[in-house]
Each structure stands twice: as structure tokens, then as C-alpha cells.
């Protein structure tokens, strides 16, 4: 088993829920429109025996007409065709964006040809009547009666009998958290439901959940069940601290 953090760097997001990119060197916070908040985005490559899972697509953006994540899973050497499931955790746009490209004649095309992208239908439908600016459609739209896409109508269950996804219902109204059994024990994604190590530490309630309550109190649950049974954790917007092993007693970020 092979864990690959896919960071996209940081990024600015404000109240129009625009995101910018970010370098920490050059760029200063207080230049950015107020209430602005920092966030740094990454998605995960998991190798694992059976399967190259990736955990949620980045942004989308696109440097000389290639996409961001398929640049960043080449220089960890694999090939997005070799992709053999994507799982989305839900639809909001830095987390769908790398879900598909526009070809040359302006088509959207499945950014990873040869998976099979395992997708909460009510997340789909709910995103589709959102829309922007939490949700840009047009990216993800190609899922619709798409034969790659598999799926899941059901609150929780499981996929090839080692995966199991679980609706939350936390970060948003269809949020879905996944586990992987792995050959060195469970690796959990609990997505924006559990963004950042340091979160997992603090009891927090934060204004841009869906239900910031349940989001604070899954945290501290899986988070003690993690630390009893050795989960992986993988963290979405941590770049300092992607992937955290649970172990009893841990309890500041490692360094
Ligand atoms: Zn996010």
C-alpha cells in the first residue's frame, strides 16, 4: 500500500468563494479581500493491491492545458489512466474540479478514463440545484448517465467488500466519509468532514458546515476510535500534516 499526497498548494478563499492561489513567499493575507480564509488543497493517490484509488479530484485548475492532478500523479509515476476508482466525497468545486477536462472541441471528458467514479446520487442532484458558487455544474455534469460512474443511493455501505462509505451529512447535506481496508491497517477519508489534523484535536464548531455540531462531534469520535485501532487518517486540507497514523496518546500535530 502506497499513500500519495496530491497537494495543489494554498489558496485564498473569500466571501465570494472564489479561490486564489496563494504563495505564502511572495503574497500577503491582508492584501486579500477581508475575511478571507487560507486553505491549502490536496487530494490522495492510494495504491493499494487491488485497486489505484484517488480520494476527491483538487481544484481542476490547469497549467499549459494539462490538469493540475494528473501532472502531480506523473511525477509520482503513475499514469491517470491507470485510475481504477475515484471516490468523491461530495461536489463542492475544490474538491470535483479535476473530475473532467474540456477536449478540443469543447467536450468534457472523464479526467481518469479507466476508473469507475463512485458518487452519492442525492450529493449529485443537490449539487446540480445548488450550483454556483459552491458548485460549478458544468464540471461535473459529465457524470450524469455517464457509464464510468457508479451510483451510491444508500446512507452507508460497502464497495468490493473493502471500502465502506458512510453519508454524513456533516460539512454538507450529502457529505460521505470512506474507509480502506488496507494490508497496514484502515486509512480513513473523512474529507471536509475532517479536513486538518489540528482539527481533530480542538473542539471546534465552524460557521461554513452544513451541521458544524455533528462535523465537531464525528471528529472527536473517529478520532478516538482511530487513535484505539491505528487508522491512517488523511487529511484534505492539510499540506503540513496530509497523512497522520493514529496511535493511543497522540495528541499535538507531530513534526
Ligand atoms: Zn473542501
Request: with cysteine.
Amino acid at each position: 500500500m502506497r499513500i500519495i499526497p496530491l497537494s495543489e498548494g494554498s489558496f485564498t478563499i473569500g466571501k465570494d468563494k472564489i479561490f486564489q492561489p496563494f504563495d505564502a513567499e511572495r503574497d500577503e493575507l491582508d492584501q486579500r479581500s477581508s475575511g478571507s480564509l487560507l486553505v491549502e488543497v490536496q487530494p490522495f493517490c492510494v495504491v493499494h493491491d487491488r485497486d489505484v484509488l484517488l480520494l476527491d479530484t483538487g481544484l481542476g485548475f490547469s497549467q499549459q492545458g494539462q490538469l493540475q492532478i494528473h501532472t502531480n500523479l506523473q511525477a509520482a509515476g503513475i499514469n491517470p489512466g491507470d485510475v481504477t476508482k475515484v471516490l468523491m466525497s461530495h461536489l463542492h468545486k475544490d474538491h470535483a474540479g479535476g473530475v473532467s477536462f474540456k477536449d478540443r472541441l469543447g467536450n468534457a471528458q472523464l479526467a481518469f478514463p479507466n476508473a469507475t467514479y463512485f458518487v452519492q446520487r442525492r450529493e449529485y442532484d443537490y449539487a446540480e440545484d445548488t450550483g454556483y458558487p459552491s458548485f460549478i455544474v458544468d464540471e461535473f455534469e459529465v457524470f450524469d448517465r455517464h457509464p464510468r460512474v457508479f451510483w451510491l443511493h444508500d446512507d452507508a455501505g460497502t464497495i468490493d467488500n473493502y471500502i465502506r462509505y458512510e453519508v454524513t451529512s456533516a460539512h454538507s447535506p450529502w457529505h460521505q466519509v470512506f474507509w480502506i481496508e488496507t494490508d497496514e491497517g484502515m486509512v480513513f477519508f473523512g474529507g471536509d468532514d475532517a479536513p486538518q489534523y489540528k482539527q481533530m484535536l480542538n473542539r471546534f464548531v465552524a460557521k461554513y458546515d452544513f451541521d458544524g455540531r455533528k462535523c465537531m462531534e464525528l471528529r472527536q469520535q473517529w478520532w478516538e476510535q482511530g487513535q484505539a485501532e491505528g487508522w491512517t487518517f488523511l487529511f484534505y486540507h492539510d499540506i503540513a500534516q496530509p497523512v497522520v497514523k493514529g496511535q493511543p496518546g497522540l495528541v499535538a500535530p507531530v513534526q
